[in-house]
């Protein structure tokens, strides 16, 4: 009398369990991804930093106003460059993060979507 309620208690649990270790490995993925962008932000923030250092150095060893503009210049160009560089590529690791982020969910939504005998 109780079999179906039981055979959809046991479905529901195990439906219940693989959403739980999809969500588990997505913030794992998620995790990793974050951990990442941090690692590239601190370093090419430290990058920035020694830039402009040098720069700075440089600027104190200027002979004329022409060349501590030109000094300048040259250090402004290469911080541009720099910058959307590195956020292109911060980008580009925003986006895989999403993407392997929302595979185990795509997966057991599938599984859950997809009738078992």
Known sequence: ?????????????????DNYDAMLRSYG?????????????TGYSKQAVTDATSTFEKLL????????????????????????????????VYASVAREAYKPVEKAVQKTATPTA
């Open 1 to 17: 009398m109780f079999e179906p309620f039981e055979k959809a208690t046991k479905d529901f649990q195990k439906i219940s369990k």
């Open 29 to 41: 993925e998620l995790n990793r991804g974050f951990q990442d962008i941090g690692a590239r932000v």
């Open 61 to 92: 060893g200027a002979k004329s106003l022409e060349q501590a503009v030109e000094i300048q210049s040259q250090a402004a160009k290469k911080a541009y460059d720099s910058w959307v560089s590195e956020a292109s590529k911060i980008g580009e």
